[in-house]
């Protein structure tokens, strides 16, 4: 029997590009029209629309990818999307916890392949989280928490390691990749204490593997108003 959640019912859809309705000459009938401010705050400057537009008519988007179907072949019906990722080339990638399967699609909608498995072997997974990303040399990082660990396969699909993770944490918090090609995955700084309690931090690890600072995130305080 097919397990379908309302997660399935609503097609994938990978938005693209803009659309800009818009006529010949100019960037659009707003030029002289829009007044912005300008703010450095750091090495960061900010620029905010005070009114006016720079687009000649609204800007639409439009869909270029649906994967997707309500009946047919396993591989395009899905029932617990938890994580996407795309890589260097287009090629998409989507868990699906539900399953378990990691699912690689071409840049069209295709499907391609699926990488791993449910288990607790090299290769396997059990309860992924919304960690999953893609490294610069294309080797894709999927965050498996129930093995605590994250695991890594080479864009082939084939699993060429694993880094260690402190406890089981599951959380739909993306798996973030730095301009360094350094994984930050959430971890729980006290798994033992009780769920009020809890802190979490962010395990930093290496492109090799090896692990490096864990950074505490601060408390955010707020006020009932």
Known sequence: MRRISTISLATLFLMG???IACSSGGQGSGDSDWVASHDTIGD?????TLSGSLWRDTAHLVPEVSIGVFDGPE???F???????HGPDGTIYVMDRQVPALRVYDPDGTYRTTFGRGGEGPGEYRQPDGGLNVLSDGR?????????RIQVFSPDGESVDTWRIRGNFNTSRRMVVDRMDRSHALILLDPEASVTDWSTGLVRINPDGTPGDTLV???TPWEEQ
């Open 17 to 19: 590009t803009f659309t």
């Open 44 to 48: 960061t400057i900010v620029v905010r």
């Open 75 to 77: 591989e395009y019906i």
């Open 79 to 85: 029932g617990n999307i938890v994580s996407l990722a």
């Open 140 to 148: 894709i990082v999927l965050r498996d928490p129930g093995n605590a």
């Open 217 to 219: 995130i601060p408390d």
